[in-house]
């Protein structure tokens, strides 16, 4: 029997805060039956929070052993310290993994990281099958991501104490330059109206025929995305972003840090503090796990800006300890002690 040395494709998730990447890959890698995956998870912040969420699917194709976390910081930022290591490891694994999924940081640009899957060292082992840019839907629609270019220009050359683009707007819209294929989720929260605006709106920002599709809940048909075979780091120069002429970039328009609290009592109260305190402060994301006293159950938070996700994932295992702990992501600037005043009150 002949032995394939085909490349490993891999699909690269990428996206805003809080879209729904963990989301829809716990969705393909539920529905994609007989292929061996592996999972690279790169966390903004101090605690791996999407990779817990992966690890804890319990899908026999996705052991927990094959999904990696890279908590260094922005994987577009640490490629070669952290990127190419990764694969090297997931390469090394036996039985053969069949595709590699990619879920970048919300603030991530995937052109990057498109780019070192030309390195010699990565080029004869993996290619991107595509890239799969997660937008959300509700936030579109609502005018609050992704606004017209000319109208931010206008505002921009109004007010002579703005010497920059919105840095949310320049993440946005790099991510969406280099997608294969759009995702517009929280599809289920839309009205006809809502969803063609948010429609409208990514289309607005699209420089190349790519198919937006509809999704809720993160549930969408594997064949959509993966097998697209499209080898797009051999088409990456045709993907303009707002970053092509920097030799490099950072995020020093975001903050992050975690916040540690006791158990809670009562869980509704909390997700009401945490939307409060989105609200007052300016908070992009807030994520984590926390302990409801008297309950087995882990609770998982999940909120962008000022809407609250949350429910129990799993129990706490023997011996785990029961740690209550939150990320908070925000613009420069965010008022940290009072964030997290008002999250332990």
Known sequence: MSVSFDRVPCTVVTGFLGAGKTTLIRNLIAKLDGKRLAIIVNEFGDVGIDGEILKGCGIESCPEDNVIELANGCICCTVADDFVPAIDQILSREPRVDHILIETSGLALPKPLVQAFQWPAVKARVTVDGVVAVVDGVALAEGRVADDHEALEAQRQADGSIDHDDPVEEVFEDQVACADMIVLTKSDLL??????????????????????????????????????????????????????????????????????????????ELAARISATAEAENVLRIKGFVEVANKPMRLQVQAVGSRVNHYFDRAWAPGEARISRLVVIGEKGIDRAAIERMLAA
């Open 191 to 268: 009205d006809a109206a809502g969803l063609a605006t948010a429609r409208d709106r990514v289309a607005a920002h699209l420089p190349r025929a790519v198919k937006i599709v509809s999704a809720a809940n993160g549930a969408i048909d594997p064949a959509v995305l993966i097998g697209l075979g499209l080898a797009v780091e051999d088409d990456i120069e045709n993907r303009k972003t707002h970053h092509d002429d920097e030799l490099d970039h950072d995020h020093d328009d975001f903050d992050s840090f975690v916040v540690d609290l006791p158990a809670v009592s009562d869980a509704d």
